[in-house]
């Protein structure tokens, strides 16, 4: 069992930055063994793939609305994956997500492939 942790989200201004957090903790395998998801979910859409990240930071993937402005790592040491976000818009107000997937030592961009997910973060971004 994993626990994730979400964290960093808020309010900001359009064009300005954030950097997501999320902590893992619980029993069983370590962290480096997992492939790292963030997702979103903005009021009435469905959720959304925004970036992943493989067990070892090598491999990562992006969304196309995301990418040049997101940026996805992992710091295996401390449990932890990150989400810096740049150049924010208004549509990228959503719930953010974290998940974690045991299956997939790559990453996903696929929501079926995650077997843990954290609580969420809102940002909400304004014009």
């Known amino acids: 069992q994993v626990q994730l942790a979400e964290s960093g989200g808020g309010l900001v201004q359009a064009g300005g930055s954030l950097r997501l957090s999320c902590a893992a903790s619980?029993?069983?395998?370590?962290?480096?063994?997992?492939?790292m998801g963030w997702f979103r979910q903005a009021p009435g859409k469905e959720r959304e793939f925004v970036a992943a990240?493989?067990?070892?930071?090598?491999?990562?993937y992006y969304a196309d609305s995301v990418k040049g402005r997101f940026t996805i790592s992992r710091d295996n040491a401390k449990d932890t994956v990150y989400l810096q976000m740049n150049s924010l818009k208004p549509e990228d107000t959503a719930v953010y997500y974290c998940?974690?997937?045991?299956?997939?030592?790559?990453?996903?961009?696929?929501?079926?492939?995650?077997?843990?997910w954290g609580q969420g973060t809102q940002v909400t971004v304004s014009s």
């Open positions: 990240i493989g067990w070892s930071g090598g491999n990562t």
């Open positions: 998940a974690a997937s045991s299956r997939y030592y790559s990453g996903s961009y696929r929501l079926n492939d995650y077997d843990y």
């Open positions: 619980g029993r069983g395998r370590t962290f480096s063994m997992y492939a």
